[in-house]
């Protein structure tokens, strides 16, 4: 971002507020459609660019100076709401493909790759997104814009920084012929991944295989 666009927004934080909210609504609304798996075919270049979409406001939130909440504490928004479902439809629309492996610092040496989800990563971002639109829609702007900065970082840009590589992965093996490597040698350590060990069986998916199941059009030879 342009020091000019800088100085614009900080002249006009509620236009900066607008605009993020409106792209994260956008993102919300895209991606809990895919979720419903009416159009199949089409969810993995779909979710690439929303995730990409989304990586743009998170790339905006990053450049600007850090938010600051009006309030010392910030205000209960009460429970929140459940992802689960989300989280399984995801898993069966992205399937045999959901799983994939990630380095989740590349800073830091010898740092083997552990295995993640798509699902789980969608799931959690949704859940950072959902959290800063209850503040803004209850009027809390400053708050919402604190919160998305400050998860932008903690995890939900990295989140989805990492399920866009996965997805692109995905497109690039299809478009180019390059079968996937066998699953089975991802890391399962409790201690990298957190309490829930991930299940997934193992095998050799071939682009035949993922196209077949996501509707994906291999390059011609």
Known sequence: MSDATLHA???N??????????QVESFLVAVTEVSKGDEPDSAVPFLLLEVS?????GGRLGAHEDMVPDERYEPDLGPEPDVDQLRENFARLLDPIDVYSEVFDPYEPR???VPARISDDLADIITDLRHGMAHYRAGRTTEALWWWQFSYF???GPTASAV????QSVLIHVRLNQPLEELDGLDTDQDTIGDETLEFEAGQVME???GGSLGLRPAER
């Not at 979409?53 to 406001?57: F, T």
């Open 9 to 11: 927004t900080a002249q």
């Open 13 to 22: 934080p509620d236009d900066f507020a607008v605009q993020i909210a409106d």
């Open 53 to 57: 979409q989304l990586l743009l406001a």
């Open 111 to 113: 740092k083997a790759p």
């Open 154 to 156: 903690s995890n939900w």
């Open 164 to 167: 866009l590589r996965a997805l």
């Open 208 to 210: 035949q295989e993922i």
